[in-house]
C-alpha cells in the first residue's frame, strides 16, 4: 500500500516534467535537453527565495513556503523562455542537429554556472519550512502511513496537469499553441502568433518543471547542481514512453515509470529499478515505435 | 594575414620555450602527485585530505625540503569517478611525479594504482578501505588508513552483540567502498548468528529512497547499515526518521563528516558509525589539529590521514636517499614511523600492522566516540 503511494508521487514527478519535454516536441520537433536544467533551477531559486523571505519579515511558516514556489515558477519560466529566445530561435530554420546541440550545451552552462556560482555540495531545504508536509504522517493501516507531502505532491500536480489541460484546449493562446504544433507556416500565414506560441510553450513546461523541482527538493530534502540530469532522463524516458508530443501520452509515461521503479524497488530490489524501466520502453518501442498514445512519426531526433 | 601567421609563430615559439624552460627548472624540485576527489558529492572530504598533505609538505619544506631539493606538489581532481582517476593517473605520470598521495575513494584508487604500477610510481593512499586494494600483490601500494574487512567486522558485531540486533538491513551505494564493506558487514553478521534480510544496492545519485524504505519495514529489520558516503547518508536518514521507522542506524567511515549532520540535524538519533580514534584525545596529534585550524578552519575526518601519509612518504625517502619507488618501499615495509597516529608499520601487503576502528555516535549534534 505504502509503496504504491511512492511510486504515485514520483510518477506525478516524472509526469510534470515529462510534459515540458513534449510540448516542445510537439510545437517544434526538437528535444529540450535542457529541460532536466531548469527544474534544477527551480530547486534553487525556491531555496534561496525562501532564504531572502526569511531574512526579510522573517521565518513564517506556510507563507515563505508558498511564496518561494511561486518565485521559482516565475524564476524558471524566465529561463526557459531565456533559453528560448538565446539558444533555439535563431535556430528554428537551421538543420535539426543544431539546436540539439545547443540544447546540450546550454545544459552544461547552467549546470556549470549553479556549480561556481551557488555551490558544488549540496545544499539542504530548509527543514523549518519543509518539516511540516514531511514530519506528518497519514496512517494508512498498522504497518502503512503516507506523509502529508506526497499527498501535497498528488493533489497539486493533478491540479497543474489538469490547469494545463484547460489552458490547451480552451484558451485562445492554447488554441495558438495547438495550431502552430500542426502546422507553423500555415499559422503564422492566417495571423497566429506563432513566436508567442513557442515562447509560451517554453514558459509553460518550465513552470511545471519548476513546481515539480520544489516538490521534489522537499521531497528529498537536498538539491545538487547535478539534480536535474537524472530526472531530465528519466522524464525523457517518460516522454517518449507515452508517445512523444502527446501531452497525455507523457502523464502516462510518468506514471507507469514511477510505479514501475517503486513496485520493482519494493518487491525485487532497488539494483532492478532502473533495468525494469528500460526494458518496458524497449518492449513499448519495438510494439508501439511511437510510443503507448503517439500518432506521429518520430522522424527527428 | 601574413603579419597574423607569423605572429602566431612566434607565440608557439615562445610558448613552447617556456614549457622547456619550466621542464629544465622542474629538475631541482622533487614532484609528488596529490590525486583525490576535489568535487563532486565527496568533494568536502577530499579537499580537507589535500589540506593535510599540504601542511606536511610546507614544514618539510620549511626544514629544507628533502634530499637537498624542494618538495611540489602536483594535484589533481578525479571527481571521484573511476575514469576520472585514471586519466588523472596518466596526467601525473607525464607530468613526471615520484610518489602520488591518494587517491580517496577505493573505486579510484584500485583503477589509477595499475597505471602508477606500470610506471614505477609509488603510491600511498589515506582513504581508500576496501581490500582489494592491497590484495592485487602491487609492491609500491601502501594505504595508511583501516581496511573494511576490518571496519566491516566492528560495526556487524557492534550491531549483533551490543545493539543485540537479529535482523539487518544493508544499503550501499553500489562503489568498491560501499558494496565492499556492505558485503563485509553481512559476512560477519551471518557469521554472528543474525540473518541479513535486506541488502540493496542505490546508485549514487539517488536521493528519494521511500521505496528501499518501504521494503525495509516490510522486511522486519532492526537495523540499518549504510554502505556509502555522506552525501546519500543525511538525506537516507532522515527519510529513514520521516517514514517512521526508529532503527538504529550504522555506517562506516564515509558518513563521519560534518555534512552528514547538517542534514540530519535533530534526526541524527541512533547513529552509529565505525572511524578511527578521537584525535582530540591524542597528544600527539594537536599541533596538527592547531596548525591545521588556525589555516584551513575545521579539519576533515580525513585531514590527519593526508598529513601523516605526507610524512611518512617523505621520511621513507629521505632514509632511502632515492625516490625510486622499490627502495623506497622496502623502507616503508621494514620500518615503524612515528605519527599522530600511533606508530604506523606496513606488512607485506602495504596494510597496517594494526588497524583501530571504534564506533562512534552522535549526541548534541557533534560526532562522539561510543565504545571500543
Not at chain 1, 501535497?152 to 499553441?177: C, D, E, K, N, P
Not at chain 2, 565492499?180 to 546508485?203: A, D, M, Q, Y
Request: charged share 15%; glycine share 12%.
Amino acid at each position: 500500500m505504502e509503496f504504491l503511494v511512492n511510486g504515485l508521487a514520483r510518477g506525478a514527478i516524472y509526469a510534470l516534467v515529462a510534459l515540458g519535454y513534449t510540448m516542445v516536441y510537439g510545437i517544434l520537433g526538437m528535444i529540450n535537453f535542457a529541460h532536466g536544467e531548469i527544474f534544477m533551477i527551480g530547486m534553487f531559486a525556491c531555496v534561496f527565495a525562501i532564504g531572502v523571505l526569511s531574512a526579510a519579515w522573517g521565518p513564517v511558516l506556510g507563507v515563505n513556503l508558498v511564496l518561494g514556489a511561486v518565485l521559482a515558477i516565475v524564476l524558471a519560466s524566465a529561463y526557459g523562455y531565456a533559453n528560448e529566445r538565446i539558444a533555439y530561435r535563431r535556430l528554428r530554420r537551421a538543420h535539426i542537429l543544431a539546436p540539439l546541440t545547443s540544447a546540450i550545451g546550454l545544459s552544461i552552462v547552467l549546470q556549470n554556472f549553479i556549480m561556481l556560482g551557488v555551490s558544488k555540495d549540496k545544499i539542504d531545504f530548509p527543514r523549518f519550512d519543509s518539516g511540516p508536509l514531511t514530519d506528518n504522517l497519514v496512517r494508512l493501516g498498522p504497518e502503512a502511513s503516507v506523509s502529508l507531502l506526497q499527498i501535497v505532491i498528488l493533489v497539486s500536480s493533478v491540479g497543474l496537469m489538469g490547469g494545463l489541460f484547460f489552458l490547451i484546449h480552451r484558451t485562445r493562446i492554447g488554441l495558438a499553441m495547438r495550431a502552430t504544433a500542426q502546422d507553423r507556416r500555415m499559422a503564422a500565414l492566417v495571423g497566429v502568433p506563432v513566436n508567442r506560441a513557442i515562447a509560451f510553450t517554453f514558459v509553460l513546461g518550465s513552470s511545471l518543471a519548476a513546481a515539480a523541482g520544489v516538490m521534489v527538493s522537499m521531497y528529498q530534502g537536498v538539491l545538487r547542481f547535478d539534480s536535474g540530469y537524472s530526472m531530465g532522463l528519466k522524464a525523457f524516458t517518460a516522454a517518449v514512453l507515452g508517445g512523444i508530443g502527446n501531452i497525455p501520452g507523457a502523464v502516462l509515461g510518468g506514471f507507469i515509470i514511477g510505479m514501475s521503479e517503486d513496485v520493482t524497488s519494493y518487491s525485487i530490489g532497488n539494483d532492478w529499478k532502473d533495468g525494469t524501466t528500460f526494458i518496458i520502453l524497449m518492449l513499448v518501442l519495438t510494439l508501439r515505435p511511437r510510443g503507448l498514445l503517439g500518432e506521429r512519426v518520430a522522424d527527428k531526433v | 594575414m601574413k603579419s597574423i601567421r607569423s605572429a602566431v609563430g612566434l607565440l608557439y615559439w615562445a610558448a613552447l620555450a617556456c614549457v622547456l624552460g619550466a621542464c629544465q627548472k622542474s629538475e631541482s624540485v622533487i614532484k609528488i602527485g596529490l590525486a583525490g576527489v576535489q568535487t563532486g558529492s565527496d568533494g568536502q572530504i577530499g579537499t580537507t585530505m589535500f589540506y593535510g598533505s599540504q601542511i606536511a609538505l610546507d614544514e618539510w619544506n620549511a626544514k629544507g625540503g628533502l634530499l637537498g631539493k624542494k618538495i611540489a606538489f602536483v594535484s589533481r581532481d578525479d571527481e571521484g569517478k573511476p575514469n576520472q582517476a585514471v586519466a588523472v593517473a596518466q596526467e601525473l605520470v607525464s607530468e613526471g611525479v615520484v610518489a602520488v598521495i591518494g587517491h580517496f575513494n577505493s573505486g579510484c584508487t584500485i583503477p589509477a594504482s595499475e597505471i602508477y604500477q606500470q610506471s614505477g610510481i609509488l603510491q600511498i593512499t589515506p582513504g581508500s578501505t576496501n581490500p582489494q586494494v592491497t590484495e592485487r600483490g602491487i609492491r609500491t601500494l601502501f594505504r595508511i588508513v583501516g581496511r573494511d574487512d576490518q571496519q566491516g567486522v566492528v560495526a556487524a558485531t557492534y550491531a549483533r552483540n551490543t545493539l543485540k540486533a537479529s535482523k539487518i538491513a544493508v544499503l550501499h551505494n553500489k562503489t568498491a567502498y560501499g558494496q565492499g564493506l556492505g558485503e563485509e558487514v553481512r559476512k560477519t553478521f551471518e557469521k554472528l548468528g543474525g540473518e541479513v534480510v535486506l541488502f540493496s544496492g542505490i546508485s549514487g545519485e539517488e536521493m528519494d529512497f521511500r521505496a528501499t524504505l518501504s521494503a525495509v519495514r516490510s522486511s522486519g529489520a532492526q537495523a540499518v547499515f549504510w554502505g556509502g558516503m555522506y552525501g546519500q547518508a543525511g538525506p537516507l536518514l532522515v527519510q529513514l526518521r520521516d517514514s517512521g521507522l526508529n532503527l538504529p542506524f550504522l555506517s562506516g567511515d564515509g558518513t563521519i563528516v560534518q555534512e552528514f549532520l547538517n542534514t540530519a540535524g535533530a534526526k541524527a538519533t541512533g547513529v552509529y558509525l565505525t572511524f578511527g580514534p578521537d584525535f582530540e584525545k591524542i597528544p600527539a596529534a594537536q599541533g596538527f589539529l592547531e596548525k591545521y585550524r588556525a589555516r584551513f578552519g575545521p579539519e576533515g575526518p580525513y585531514s590527519i590521514y593526508g598529513y601523516e601519509a605526507a610524512n611518512v612518504l617523505f621520511k621513507a625517502i629521505e632514509e632511502a636517499g632515492t625516490t625510486e619507488s622499490a627502495k623506497v618501499a622496502d623502507v616503508l615495509r621494514s620500518r615503524t614511523f612515528d605519527t599522530s597516529l600511533g606508530p604506523v608499520a606496513f606488512d607485506e601487503k602495504g596494510d597496517l600492522r594494526t588497524a583501530n576502528y571504534i564506533i562512534w555516535t552522535v549526541r548534541n549534534g557533534k560526532f562522539v566516540t561510543e565504545a571500543p
